[in-house]
């Protein structure tokens, strides 16, 4: 009994020590504000319209932009982020031409509710590389998308949708710098190119890309409390011939797609940690 109080005495000096010299930290992190289209285009099989978001789908004006962040950081250069990130863009036009989509065609004066829904869950892991209060961060992700873009006619006549639910890796870096003792920049940056000869060894062709950047001025309120600015790039494409059978309904019944999208979003946001 004695040699089990002493050998237990030493495990929580231990722990102790350990908590002490090596803290857990737990922070987070939200940010708000306005998302800009620059580009979008996508079309769905070989005779499908080349459909333009910007210019005929109603995506030329400014839209809410949220994401959430937790991470946990352990020996002060280890730290895994847990993202969530919000994209839905929702319109409604009326055509001034025909155009296809999925093998269906909506006519001239057709009024179509359209959205574009396009958030994903993001988990990363980070090394810090260097000592002291600056951190420049390497590490990789694993991103699930969940996209669903719906073309629907006010009627209910005609509908086109186009689902899926994927696993993205990428690549992650992520940098802060102190300016002063209360102002610092930084920046980081999650990204991929990808083709199906590198990646998931199909035989048809593929290509996909992603890249998620951004640059920040922040100020430190308190240890724990920062806020920040933050000006950020989302954008992507995905094209190809797919092969793979259509289990879902939701599934577009054509296999040739093509979808490129570039945003900027400017937000402000918070960060705590404990």
Request: cysteine-free; overall charge negative.
């Given at each position: 009994?004695?040699?089990?109080?002493?050998?237990?005495?030493?495990?929580?000096?231990?722990?102790?020590?350990?908590?002490?010299?090596?803290?857990?930290?737990?922070?987070?992190?939200?940010?708000?504000?306005?998302?800009?289209?620059?580009?979008?285009?996508?079309?769905?099989?070989?005779?499908?319209?080349?459909?333009?978001?910007?210019?005929?789908?109603?995506?030329?004006?400014?839209?809410?932009?949220?994401?959430?962040?937790?991470?946990?950081?352990?020996?002060?250069?280890?730290?895994?982020?847990?993202?969530?990130?919000?994209?839905?863009?929702?319109?409604?036009?009326?055509?001034?031409?025909?155009?296809?989509?999925?093998?269906?065609?909506?006519?001239?004066?057709?009024?179509?509710?359209?959205?574009?829904?396009?958030?994903?869950?993001?988990?990363?892991?980070?090394?810090?590389?260097?000592?002291?209060?600056?951190?420049?961060?390497?590490?990789?992700?694993?991103?699930?998308?969940?996209?669903?873009?719906?073309?629907?006619?006010?009627?209910?006549?005609?509908?086109?949708?186009?689902?899926?639910?994927?696993l993205v890796p990428a690549l992650a870096l992520s940098g802060k710098f102190p300016i002063t003792d209360w102002l610092y920049a930084g920046?980081?940056?999650?990204?991929?190119?990808?083709?199906?000869?590198?990646?998931?060894?199909?035989?048809?062709?593929?290509?996909?890309?992603?890249?998620?950047?951004?640059?920040?001025?922040?100020?430190?309120?308190?240890?724990?409390?920062?806020?920040?600015?933050?000006?950020?790039?989302?954008?992507?494409?995905?094209?190809?011939?797919?092969?793979?059978p259509s289990e879902f309904w939701t599934q577009s019944t054509e296999k040739d797609t093509a979808n490129y999208l570039a945003t900027l979003?400017?937000?402000?946001?918070?960060?705590?940690?404990?």
């Amino acid at each position: 009994m004695k040699r089990f109080s002493l050998s237990l005495f030493f495990l929580v000096l231990s722990v102790f020590s350990f908590a002490q010299e090596k803290p857990l930290k737990v922070t987070f992190e939200a940010e708000s504000g306005a998302l800009k289209v620059v580009y979008h285009t996508y079309r769905v099989g070989t005779n499908g319209t080349n459909f333009n978001f910007v210019n005929q789908g109603g995506q030329e004006i400014l839209f809410p932009f949220e994401r959430i962040t937790a991470s946990l950081s352990l020996y002060d250069r280890h730290q895994v982020r847990f993202l969530y990130q919000s994209l839905e863009l929702a319109t409604e036009i009326t055509a001034r031409s025909a155009f296809t989509i999925d093998t269906v065609t909506f006519d001239p004066n057709d009024v179509v509710n359209i959205t574009y829904s396009f958030p994903f869950y993001r988990f990363t892991y980070l090394y810090d590389l260097l000592p002291g209060s600056a951190e420049l961060s390497l590490g990789g992700a694993l991103q699930f998308r969940n996209a669903s873009i719906r073309f629907t006619s006010v009627d209910g006549s005609k509908r086109a949708v186009s689902q899926n639910l994927g696993l993205v890796p990428a690549l992650a870096l992520s940098g802060k710098f102190p300016i002063t003792d209360w102002l610092y920049a930084g920046f980081d940056m999650t990204g991929i190119y990808a083709s199906s000869a590198f990646i998931n060894g199909a035989d048809f062709n593929f290509e996909g890309s992603l890249l998620d950047a951004s640059v920040r001025a922040g100020v430190q309120l308190r240890p724990e409390l920062e806020s920040f600015v933050n000006l950020r790039f989302i954008g992507g494409s995905a094209a190809g011939v797919s092969q793979y059978p259509s289990e879902f309904w939701t599934q577009s019944t054509e296999k040739d797609t093509a979808n490129y999208l570039a945003t900027l979003a400017l937000t402000i946001g918070g960060k705590l940690s404990f």
